[in-house]
């Protein structure tokens, strides 16, 4: 199974600042059709988990342009360019090249 | 889009309970679905994958043997059925689209004596 490692897991930010998480995969992620299927989700307390990236870069309908996704290979990356309020969450890679789909362990952004 | 899952709730170790997920939306025939699910204060753990005509359906080492992922295409709906359930099942089991683009609010199952 491809293990996804996330850091930090955890991340005091202030208002207004940028913001970095880390997603390492034990294996490569390019699948056989060419594509790398990693996704970032964001999931707010009490709330389901949101996709925010998929396919490592593209931002789904309705997530502010402040998010970004970037990576190839193991190595990904969500950038949040200014954090703001409503981005405090736990946020979650995911890989979906390999069966079983698995999950980063989450990091933790909150507001300094 | 919606995705309504319903019939979680408390059950004592060894009991069954089936999980229904309601879709809406979105043409839902074509869709490969998951469920993932989310232990109390936990990250998110994949359960199991079904294809858009059923043909190939994948589990979880932790959850195979014991539970059935099915769907009805017709009725725009999917089930997972649980049994032979331990402690270590409770969870909130969401049913998500194939690379999470849809999610639905979760239903909560808790096993427990």
């Known amino acids: 199974d491809a293990v996804m490692t996330q850091s930090p897991l955890s991340l005091p930010v202030t208002l207004g600042q940028p913001a970095s998480i880390s997603c390492r995969s034990s294996q490569s992620l390019v699948r056989s059709d060419g594509n790398t299927y990693v996704s970032w989700f964001q999931q707010r307390p009490g709330q389901s988990p949101r996709r925010l990236i998929y396919k490592v870069s593209n931002r789904d309908s309705g997530v502010p342009d402040r998010f970004s996704g970037s990576g190839s290979g193991t190595d990904f990356t969500l950038k949040i360019s200014r954090v703001e309020a409503e981005d405090v969450g736990v946020y979650y890679c995911?890989?979906?090249?390999?069966?079983?789909?698995?999950f980063g362990g989450g990091t933790k952004v909150e507001i300094k | 889009v919606q995705l309504v899952e319903s019939g979680g709730g408390l059950v004592k170790p060894g009991g069954s309970l089936r999980l229904s997920c309601a879709a809406s939306g979105f043409p839902f025939s074509t869709y490969t679905m998951n469920w993932v699910r989310q232990a109390p204060g936990k990250g998110l753990e994949w359960v199991s994958s079904i294809s858009s005509n059923s043909v190939a359906i994948y589990y979880a080492d932790s959850v195979k043997g014991r539970f059935t992922f099915s769907r009805d295409n017709a009725q725009n709906t999917l089930y997972l059925q649980m049994n032979s359930l331990r402690a270590e099942d409770t969870a909130v089991y969401y049913c998500t689209s194939a690379y999470g683009g849809y999610w639905g609010q979760g239903t909560l199952v808790t096993v427990s004596s």
């Open positions: 995911m890989q979906g090249s390999q069966r079983p789909l698995t």
